[in-house]
DNA sequence: ACCTGAACACCGTTCAAGT
DNA sequence: ACCTGAACACCGTTCAAGT
């Protein structure tokens, strides 16, 4: 009926020169990554947000890799100014601040979450390095108290990967509804039936009601526990 | 020069009926992703790989998403059969045998690692629960041990955190050659440059030669101990 | 009931331009 | 120097058949 039958693609005007460059390109990423997510983000997409041609993407970063090593490097840099420097007075307190912190930030913000934990393969040295500031204060710190820089590198990889890893599970549980702990989960699932097969499992969690801050905490203060164990044991035999 | 210079497309004889199943296109899709990678593994490689055509995959399983769901529950079950169920005298024992198991066996299987650790989205409860009839038992010989059965599974839980996540970054250290641990790994990044801005980690990578073994059982090892300061206060306080 | 190729919508990327 | 559409190889999936 309408005047024009004919396929009209909706031509886009073309962009003058120097009206695009690469902070424009990723702050798009960013905001695209947040309105859907970043799994879903590609190249069509980000290009037609952006208000210009796919291929144009590719003067500025070589490929989706390249940008997606960008946005990585990018959100390590926002995560660090999120974070605030380890300041407690005692080691303990500085590792629960930093740890809670750590785990708090990328539970409220998917997209950076999804950068620093999950899609590793794109974490640039560039990147580590700025956030790693933070960490060098509280490994500082660790050793002040009395722990030797080796155990406090080691106190600090293992606290990282478990919260990393509490994150990386908060995500995928994200995907199915909300966020469950693992207790809830796990009732859910033993309801689906053979429970009768698990007695232990069946009575741990009708007696828990932890959620998952709990069980982040529990985590964090048992690895803390382990740690004034290590340093009471140096107190006890002052040669070593 | 060939008699035949038109193009050709090496044609398939159609498959008799019947000569196709699910079973035999899974065991197809583990050869495949052994042979190369899960994240390489597509439908159209596969129905290569078995020799039959694309959408043939189809009755069997109505989506990629169906076929790894597949995929995932089979691999729970081959990690459950390489499992030893937990049997050691004492609870510590117990954990230490059950977790080092937990990890080796995932690290010596990538591609069954993928599917545990990596692809979470892809995990159904089928697969969760026959796995978890060791995490029965490890459980119950924790609540003999003393530990309430809240406690047990927050233990299980934060220590199934650790594992995984030291799998997971296992994985994806692969990817860029050999695996290092974190302090190796964190020399290597301290070397690009800035490392005089951080002298507390270049201090400690510095005196650190621990290998990635070594910064698991460190992990593991802190666990335990924190767990055995709950069970000693707890023989301090009776009461509760 | 089971197996199939053609076709579709989408993906990342390259090429050969336009300005 | 910067921006672009057409085209390519590949992806998962649907459809309308063949047997």
Redesign the interface.
Not at 152 to 155: D, F, K, N, R, V
């Given at each position: 009926m309408s005047s024009n039958d004919e396929a009209e693609p909706a031509k886009r005007q073309r962009r003058r020169r120097g009206s695009i460059n690469a902070e424009h390109i990723l702050a798009g990423a960013f905001a695209l990554s947040r309105e859907d997510s970043l799994d879903n983000l590609t190249m069509l997409r980000l290009a037609d947000h952006l208000d210009i041609g796919v291929t144009s993407l590719y003067w500025y970063y070589r490929s989706k890799d390249e940008l997606f090593e960008a946005m990585s490097t990018e959100a390590f840099r926002i995560f660090y100014e999120r974070m605030t420097p380890p300041e407690a007075e005692h080691w303990d307190d500085a590792l629960r601040q930093y740890f809670r912190e750590f785990r708090s930030i990328l539970k409220d913000d998917p997209v950076i979450c999804d950068l620093v934990v999950v899609r590793?393969?794109y974490i640039r040295?560039?990147g580590?390095?700025v956030f790693?500031?933070h960490?060098?204060?509280l490994?500082?710190k660790l050793?002040g108290a009395g722990f030797?820089?080796?155990e406090?590198?080691?106190?600090y990889?293992?606290l990282?990967?478990?919260v990393?890893?509490?994150n990386?599970?908060d995500r995928?549980r994200e995907?199915g509804g909300h966020v469950q702990g693992?207790?809830a989960d796990?009732k859910?699932?033993?309801g689906?039936?053979?429970a009768e097969?698990?007695?232990?499992?069946t009575?741990?969690?009708s007696?828990?009601d932890?959620s998952v801050d709990?069980?982040f905490e529990?985590?964090l203060?048992?690895?803390?526990?382990?740690?004034?164990?290590?340093l009471a044991d140096k107190a006890a035999r002052p040669s070593a």
């Open positions: 590793v393969e040295p560039e580590l390095i790693m500031r960490a060098d204060r490994l500082a050793v030797t820089p080796a406090a590198l080691q106190a990889n293992a990282s990967i478990f990393r890893g509490s990386f599970i995928s995907a693992f207790a796990l859910r699932t033993l689906a039936g053979e097969t698990l007695p232990a499992l009575a741990a969690v007696a828990s932890a709990d069980e529990f985590g203060e048992n690895a803390i526990r382990g740690l004034r164990a290590v």
